[in-house]
């Protein structure tokens, strides 16, 4: 819930010798005698798109609102996720019973006190759906998740990236790990854009998206490649 992050994009049909060249030196996730679990996540920004301007201007400090639901545990939480001036994530959350597309009093009450300042005013914005697993180094504190299967969906728009993986590397402080030196090895650099970023990007193309035209034009190589 606090770790420093770091983000790798590259094409999904490296995955198989990426986990292959791993297996020494981490474990796979495993619950109930499953791997790999569905994540449907809902978004909330203000009707600007506040918070995904802030992601734009490269603000140091920002937020993601967002309600998630693990689809094969059938859980759901209200999740606000910042990131701070000394480049640490932190995500505070509540269990809720039900996840729509309206903020119940629980999450509002939770809300305001994670973002007094935040104007009340939030929508939904975007669905965003995918399958994770994970991998837990067995030496040192780190947890690595790779994202597929990811889809975009707001009302009647959608966007599918079917050969994107997404990796993330979740520690309490920056280490020098096998999961990092196989990426320099493979010259896999770390970078790229959140996934309610490129979502929202894709779906509302008339938003700005001069600071991610790189990670978008990465993006649309990795579709080709």
Known sequence: MNRVDTKFLFPRKKLTDIIFQLKDHYHILEIAHKRIFRYDTLYFDTPERLLYHQHLRGELTRYKIRTRRYV???????????RNNKYRTIKNRIQVSEIDEHLCLQSRQFLSQQLPHLPLKLDPVLWVYYHRFTLINKNVPERVTFDLNLWFRWQHTS????????AEVKQEHTLHTPFLELMKKMEIRQGGISKYCLGLSSLEPHLRRNTFKPALSKINHLQEY
């Open 72 to 82: 094969d545990t059938d859980t759901g939480f209200f999740e606000v996720k910042s």
């Open 159 to 166: 966007q599918a990236y079917p050969h994107l993986a997404i």
